[in-house]
């Protein structure tokens, strides 16, 4: 029987999903197996930055011939899956072919995208439900300043198209949070006109369960202890009570923010790591209240942090 808060219908992101399935891309899967299973080999340009290539993965567009892959830093959680991936057209070291052969071939897969060039870079992006695909050359003419490394120790990536692709896959959420849900409480209301106009997907992002009225965007504490960011009336991050590990307020002059210290698993073992859950530009001390009751409902300690 089909408990009634899990997700029955398919979310728009199932197109890219379906397409990484077939293209034998394990993206659902934590980092820790990609490093496990794949290996980790250096990236040869930046230190400490390493690369998880699947081995037999068909080619994301025709084109690509540098295979998709996941990026681990010093600092990467490993329990969560990448947050992105990227490929690469190299073919010719003509960089408008290259871009031009990468934008048909995802054109054709997935449709039109969108013009997003900027001053430095010439790209096309396509949103597909939350997730998102771009694709981005950058013209050396645009570009000032020291060369890149990376382009200074591999000259054939100067002429790259870049494919990346941020798939904003979401577990399905146990009965038990489910139920956390349902009775959890508001601590915090974000004001509308500071709602941003794209919700960022991380390793801690679930859907909001069907049958449970949703939370107002901000944050959110359960009977369970943890700390729930409401995102959307769709999609909330989620911080267990056995990770959390303390509330930090910042005042400063963009306003206050409230950060939550979380234990994470990088390459190199435990760790904790900061995560943003609250902006309020309005003013340094508008978030005071919400820190010292998020620090009292889930037994948490709390910092404060000043800008001089």
């Known amino acids: 029987m089909i408990w009634p808060f899990r997700q029955t219908s398919q979310p728009p992101e199932t197109r890219l999903w379906t397409h990484l399935d ?46 998709l892959r996941a990026q681990v830093s010093p600092d990467t959680n490993l329990d969560a899956p990448p947050d992105y991936l990227w490929g690469a057209v190299r073919g ?22 969108a013009e997003c060039s900027t001053a430095t ?20 003419q645009h570009l000032t300043g020291t060369p890149s490394p990376r382009h200074q120790m591999f000259p054939e990536t100067v002429h790259e198209a870049q494919i990346a692709i941020y798939p904003a896959w979401r577990p399905v959420l146990s009965k038990r949070v489910a139920m956390e849900c349902a009775t959890a409480k508001s ?56 990770r959390l590990r303390g509330i930090v307020l910042s005042r400063g002059a963009d306003g206050a923010r ?9 390459r190199d ?3 904790t790591a900061r995560r943003t859950v609250a902006h309020d530009p309005s003013g340094p001390d508008k978030l005071d209240a919400v820190a010292k009751s998020l620090s009292a409902r889930l037994n948490l300690p709390m910092d404060v942090e000043t800008d001089a």
């Not at 096309?124 to 997730?131: E, N, P, Q, S």
């Not at 997907?201 to 700390?227: K, M, R």
């Open 22 to 67: 077939a293209c034998g891309i394990p993206f659902r899967a934590p980092l820790s197996e990609w490093a496990t299973e794949m290996h980790l080999t250096s990236c040869g340009w930046c230190h400490g930055l390493d690369y998880c290539i699947p081995d037999a993965q068909a080619p994301f567009v025709p084109c690509l011939d540098a295979p």
């Open 92 to 113: 010719t070291g003509d960089l408008r072919l290259n871009y031009a052969k990468a934008i048909a071939a995802l054109t054709k897969t997935f449709g039109n995208g």
């Open 121 to 140: 870079s010439v790209a096309r992006r396509w949103d597909i439900g939350l997730a998102r695909i771009t694709c981005t050359v950058h013209p050396p």
């Open 187 to 242: 601590v915090w209301a974000m004001p509308t006109a500071q709602r941003p106009a794209r919700i960022a997907i991380t390793g801690a992002s679930h859907d909001w369960p069907t049958g449970i009225t949703p939370l107002p965007v901000g944050l959110a504490c359960s009977d369970a202890g943890a700390l729930l960011v409401i995102k959307s009336a769709r999609i909330f991050d989620r911080y267990s009570d056995g």
């Open 258 to 266: 409230l950060y939550a210290n979380v234990t994470v698993t990088t």
């Open 269 to 271: 073992g435990p760790a």
